[in-house]
Structures are given as C-alpha cells and as structure tokens.
C-alpha cells in the first residue's frame, strides 16, 4: 500500500478576505471581522487537530475576538473540526 500523503483543502495560494461580516462566537453580535493574519501550525500538530497548517485569524471589530476563519465559516472547516464540534 503506497504511502498517501493527505491533501489539505486548503494549502495552496487562496484568496484571503480582508473582512468578514458573520455573527460572533464571543460578543454574539453580527459583527466586521478583520483580517490579522495567518496562524502557521506544524504539519504534525495540524494534522492532529483536523487543521490546514495556515489557518486566517480575523479579530471582532467589536470586542476584539480572535477567531480562525473557521468559526466564521464553518462550511470551509476541515471535517476533523465539524465532528469535534458534535460531542
Ligand atoms: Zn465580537
């Protein structure tokens, strides 16, 4: 059985948006999130956790939230997360 490496969705150029309007997982607001940064992760740890080694980070304008793009969108969330989030 060869050795398959698994493909993340998401790990080559994307386009990252700057801003996104989505409701907030801390203030519960409906509120604009901006773009901060990347979180880098060893493939290792990413793997472990369900994650894509880059990550977009975005801060609640509002209260100053960080969350992964992941929260904000949870369709583009690798499925290791979504069943996580079921127990
Ligand atoms: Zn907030």
Not at 23 to 29: A, E
Not at 31 to 46: D, L, N, R, V
Not at 60 to 82: D, F, H
Request: proline share 9%.
């Amino acid at each position: 059985m060869p050795a398959r490496a698994k493909k993340p969705v998401y790990n080559t150029e994307r386009t990252i948006p700057m801003t996104y309007l989505a409701p907030c997982p801390s203030c519960q607001q409906e509120a604009f999130f901006k773009y901060i940064g990347m979180q880098h992760w060893p493939e290792a740890t990413a793997s472990a956790m369900g994650f894509d080694t880059s990550v977009a980070l975005y801060e609640c304008t509002n209260c100053t939230t960080c969350v992964t793009e992941y929260s904000l969108n949870p369709a583009i969330a690798p499925a290791g997360l979504q069943s996580d989030k079921k127990k």
